[in-house]
């Protein structure tokens, strides 16, 4: 089961809008659901909240450490309460996931993801969980640094929104263990739907059809 469920992003009011910190977007929403509030703990160097769920106490961590050093908050917690890595859902956002969309993983590469690479190291495992929130591709590598740290576009933020409401519905099962139920759930989005087709425009009434020039009307 997951015991410690943390959202990657940067402090600071300057960022909290930017896609970067989608995974804090996420346990904000969290929090909302479990009707928990983020303190700041010093000893963890970050934002947490400790709740008792299914009688298994269960923490929110956002790392107010910058994302180059989320590994220092992660550690520092999950080893003084003795959280396995597998115990671990890291969210964060996701380059090559389209937004509106959320991908549930275990394990893997950090893909340059700052935030990863430094749990990664902090940890000394990969083996964690990882819930990827969609924030899409600027095309260019070379613009990556410069997109992760704007704000998305508005209709950009609104499926971001929508992905990270539809994923935390899967928490029922992602506190139980069982992460199949809970991937299907996440991975299971409802198309978008179609626009209805514009209406025709109504054909031009020929000369003839018209009474008003017609030589029988005025009779």
């Given amino acids: ?14 960022y909290e809008a930017t896609r ?12 909302r659901e479990l009707k928990v509030t983020l303190q700041p703990e010093r000893s963890y160097w970050g934002l947490a909240a400790r709740t008792t769920l299914q009688g ?62 430094d749990i990664h190291a902090q940890l000394g495992s990969a083996d964690y969980w990882r819930l990827r929130i969609g924030i899409g591709h600027p095309g260019d590598r070379a613009d990556v640094a410069n997109w992760v740290l704007k704000k998305p576009a508005p209709e950009q933020r609104t499926l971001i929104e929508d ?35 514009r209406p025709s425009p109504a054909p031009s009434p020929s000369p003839d059809a018209d009474s008003s020039t017609d030589p029988k ?3």
């Fill in 20 to 31: 970067h910190n989608a995974g804090f977007w996420w346990i904000d929403a969290l929090a």
């Fill in 163 to 197: 992905s990270i409401a539809h994923s935390i519905k899967a928490w029922p099962m992602l506190l139980s263990g069982d992460m199949d139920k809970a991937m299907l759930q996440i991975h299971t989005t409802k198309p978008p739907r179609p626009k209805p087709p």
């Fill in 56 to 117: 298994q106490a269960v923490w929110l961590l956002q790392p107010q450490t910058f994302m180059n050093l989320s590994g220092k908050s992660v550690s520092a917690l999950a080893r003084f309460f003795k959280i396995m890595p597998q115990e671990i859902l890291v969210i964060h956002d996701e380059l090559d996931i389209i937004p509106g969309q959320a991908k549930l993983k275990r394990g893997g590469g950090h893909a340059g993801h700052n935030g990863l690479r």
């Fill in 217 to 219: 009307a005025v009779d």
């Fill in 1 to 14: 089961m997951i015991k410690l469920f943390v959202g990657l992003g940067n402090p600071g009011s300057d």
